[in-house]
């Protein structure tokens, strides 16, 4: 009998910019205070990539730390799949720019968008690539320059983002440790709460559009958090249901950093105690598809071999997701 592959993580790396956007240089830019930004979402600080740099300047260090954690050449990385809404230009794919920056030679690759929860969709597809066979080491990122896309002057939405990008290496397993399970979901409805309206083939980038301030994010702030909190602690609930585990069962859970309040339910909602939670929203915001990843990285040393550990997410349009992982190392 032939013995079920699966893909596990073997490596970690993460990446953030030096120049950091805090709450009290937000007092001065638009109409709100530190207090208020904390209550609400817990965030202190975000960092922002400046000057004329893009997503794959974020991920590329990521990659770079993975190959030199993991003692192995850039030749020997066979695909990277990256999870983000800003890339670098709409083609070629940031993936693209990442394996000729990183010197990935032999590597196919693409980027994959599905907001906030990108990293976890492009997770579930790069185990699968693993799973086949047909595929030793698989690099998985995700990232984003929510600078890039963030309207200053809207003090709903500039308060919560920022830019980093963190990846993982996937490796074949046979001992059964890695990727063991998703539950990955989507629903279009939610469109209309959360996107960004121009720059894609419905509406182009023009005059109108440029003075208008559609090429910016635009979030509905109760419906996309009722939704999020319902979404992301059902799915993550679910999960455990599925595979017979309870909160006792779990090392850590891994949650997308959109907002402390999101979190602090979805541990609630699995039996979790909160010293369980990876929380680093505090001093990067919300990085996008560079959360869970970033988390990862932040907690890489604390992570013991056999850890049960769930990735969680709930991002724009909406999509959402939970991931279960056996730690490998």
């Known amino acids: 009998m032939t013995q079920k592959i699966t893909a596990a993580i073997t490596a ?7 120049d950091k956007l805090t709450n009290a240089d937000l007092e001065k830019i638009v109409d709100t205070n530190d207090e208020w930004i904390r209550s609400r979402t817990g965030i202190e600080e975000r960092r922002i990539l400046k000057g004329q740099k893009g997503t794959s300047d974020l991920i590329v260090p990521a990659v770079k730390q993975i190959l030199e954690k993991r003692g192995i050449t850039p030749d020997e990385i066979d695909a990277l799949v990256i999870g983000t809404v800003t890339p670098d230009m709409m083609f070629p794919s940031t993936a693209n720019m990442v394996c000729y920056k990183a010197g990935l030679k032999n590597a196919w690759g693409y980027d994959l968008l599905a907001a906030c929860s990108g990293f976890l969709y492009a997770l579930t597809t790069g185990a699968m690539m693993i799973e086949s066979g047909r595929y030793k080491k698989v690099i998985v990122a995700g990232g984003d320059k929510m600078s890039s896309i963030v309207d200053y002057s809207d003090r709903t939405t500039c ?4 830019d980093g990008a963190g990846a993982v290496l996937l490796e074949a397993n046979t001992e059964g440790y890695g990727v063991l399970d ?21 509406r182009p980038a023009s005059a ?5 301030k559609e090429h910016y994010i ?3 702030g109760q419906p996309v958090f009722k939704a999020a909190v319902k979404g992301m602690a059902d ?23 959109a907002n402390k309040r999101i979190i602090d339910a979805t541990a609630d ?8 939670v990876m929380l680093n929203i505090m001093r990067y915001g919300n990085t996008t598809a560079g959360t869970i990843p970033l988390c990862l990285y932040d907690w890489e040393s604390q992570l013991k071999k056999g850890d049960n550990i769930v990735l969680a997410a709930f991002g724009g349009g909406f999509t959402w997701g939970a991931t279960l992982v056996k730690w490998g190392y």
């Not at 308060?159 to 920022?162: A, D, K, Q, S, V």
């Not at 109108?208 to 208008?212: D, M, Q, S």
Request: glycine share 12%.
């Open 218 to 220: 635009y979030q509905e």
């Open 208 to 212: 109108e559009t440029v003075a208008n």
């Open 235 to 257: 799915v993550s609930a679910e999960l455990l249901e599925r595979n017979k585990l309870t909160g006792a069962d779990i090392a850590w859970l891994v949650p997308h950093q």
């Open 269 to 276: 909602r699995m039996g979790l105690t909160h010293d369980k």
């Open 182 to 202: 998703s539950i990955l979901r989507s629903d279009g409805a939610g469109c209309a709460h959360l996107h960004m309206k121009a720059g894609g083939s419905l």
């Open 12 to 18: 970690v790396g993460g990446f953030v910019p030096e």
């Open 159 to 162: 308060i919560i983002f920022g």
